[in-house]
């Protein structure tokens, strides 16, 4: 009996410390926050092509293109680097921001950009950018830009402009 015992407690245990190792309401939606000089490290492409998009929780168009973002991440991943910027307060780097990627199970690397000078970041991105948001931008392996577009995604096109700097592939992505 006492050896039944023994095995259940460790049994028991085991399980409840196997179940604590992902704390119920854990968040795994990390976001890193970055600045100006960080920023530029996080734009520089990794001998492949890199996609960046700059987003808000608070933003309409940003909220409603991504979940088409998601899909393009899935489709080229491994192809293409790609990294979400959030634009979101910085008070939102724990809460508001990885909340809604987990929603739109989203996995790309994600940052939030703090800044002091807004305009100097921003044209430091691409000199034709206003700032408006959604922006995104796609880099070739070599960092210079493919392309960009401030607004709303039109996913056919962006992955055409992405299927001219990757080998092809069966993609199905905006079809």
Request: net charge negative; glycine share 6%.
């Amino acid at each position: 009996m006492k050896l039944s015992f023994s095995i259940l407690l460790i049994l028991f245990l085991s399980f409840s410390a196997f179940a604590q190792t992902k704390p119920v309401g854990a968040n795994p939606h990390r976001v890193a926050e970055v600045n100006e000089t960080t920023l530029k490290n996080v734009l520089k492409p990794n001998g492949k092509p890199l996609l960046v998009n700059f987003w808000a929780t608070w933003c309409d168009p940003c909220r409603e293109e991504f979940p088409e973002l998601v899909k393009i991440d899935n489709e080229y991943k491994g192809k293409i680097d790609f990294v979400t910027v959030s634009l979101d307060d910085l008070t939102d780097i724990n809460t508001a921001v990885p909340k809604f990627l987990g929603e739109m199970k989203a996995d790309m690397p994600t940052y939030l950009l703090k800044t002091d000078d807004e305009s100097a970041a921003i044209s430091s991105i691409a000199k034709d950018w206003s700032g408006g948001l959604p922006f995104t931008i796609l880099y070739n392996e070599k960092g210079e830009i493919a392309y960009f577009r401030q607004g709303k995604v039109i996913p056919a096109t962006l992955t055409a402009e992405i299927a001219k700097l990757v080998p092809a592939t069966s993609n199905t992505v905006g079809k």
